[in-house]
């Protein structure tokens, strides 16, 4: 497989304090490496504070790294070239009900990215929107749309289409189904599936949900306090676990599992 992202001794420092009475607290990423092939996700999972979200915000460019690479098909992106980046490596957020703008429609919000990063003119603007809509399962009325007019599902289907309206190679995808109900949560894993079938995408994929992880990804990372602790192919992590702190989670998700079958 072509190996798509490289990231090489990733590391980002953050000192911080709730209080000025307070002694500093340091939190401390990496070094972290991993690749990601073309068309595979890779999920990442720990818990709060692990470091998952700043990971995330390294990839995209969001904050730069104390030190160390992201190679994208061989070549280093830099953090004054955010453009690039942003053309290649999009993100979805968790709550779509922060992310997207009340006051403007849902064109124009997809509408926002193409002026920024492409130079289509209006009508070309106006087709791609519409055609990016009908591939996360809207309709082009959806365009005209205001966020308080669209369910929780709809919004975040609009925020997948922000992130797909550049064509990018990778989408990092930040606990994309959490707020959502079980059977619209459902609907989206299988869109998520669909597109990167159909597109070729590549996903790292943030969330607790176990279950979501072991069937979407190909390969996961298990971040604890800033460190990964335990790495490879899905199936082998989950069903041969060598940290014990990855087998105390599949055992919590284990009985969640069997309490909600139990609820049943």
């Known amino acids: ?3 798509l992202l490289t990231v ?15 002694k500093k607290k340091v939190f401390q990423l990496g070094p972290i490496n991993f690749d990601i092939n073309a068309g595979e996700t890779l999920a990442v999972i720990g818990d709060n504070g ?54 403007v429609t849902v064109g124009t919000i997809l509408d926002e990215p193409l002026k920024l990063n492409t130079d289509l003119d209006t009508k070309s ?38 992130a797909l309206i ?10 994309p189904f959490a707020a959502l109900d079980p059977s619209v949560r459902s609907q989206m894993v299988n869109l998520f599936m669909q597109l990167q079938k159909d597109l070729g995408l590549s996903y790292v994929f943030i969330s607790h949900n176990l279950g979501i992880v072991r069937h979407i990804s190909d390969r996961v ?8 602790i335990e790495s490879g192919k899905t199936d082998v992590v989950f069903n041969w676990p060598k940290s014990d702190y990855m087998k105390k989670l599949i055992a919590s ?9 139990l609820e049943d």
């Open 166 to 175: 550049l064509n990018p190679q990778i989408i990092v995808a930040d606990e």
């Open 50 to 103: 692990s470091g998952k979200t700043t990971l995330a915000n390294l990839l995209v460019g969001v904050q730069p790294p104390t030190s160390g690479q992201i190679l994208l098909n061989g070549q280093r992106l830099r953090q004054r070239n955010l453009k690039q980046r942003s053309l290649n490596i999009r993100m979805i957020f968790q709550h779509s009900q922060e992310s997207l703008n009340p006051a």
């Open 125 to 162: 603007r106006q087709d791609k929107i519409y055609s990016t809509l009908r591939q996360v399962g809207l309709l082009r009325e959806h365009a005209y749309f205001y966020r308080h007019m669209l369910s929780d599902g709809q919004r975040q289907r609009v925020a997948l289409a922000r």
């Open 253 to 261: 998700h284990q009985s969640f599992v069997e309490s909600k079958l």
């Open 1 to 3: 497989m072509t190996t």
């Open 221 to 228: 990372i298990v971040l604890q306090n800033g460190n990964i």
């Open 8 to 22: 090489k001794n990733l590391s980002f420092a953050r000192t911080s304090r709730d209080n000025w009475w307070q």
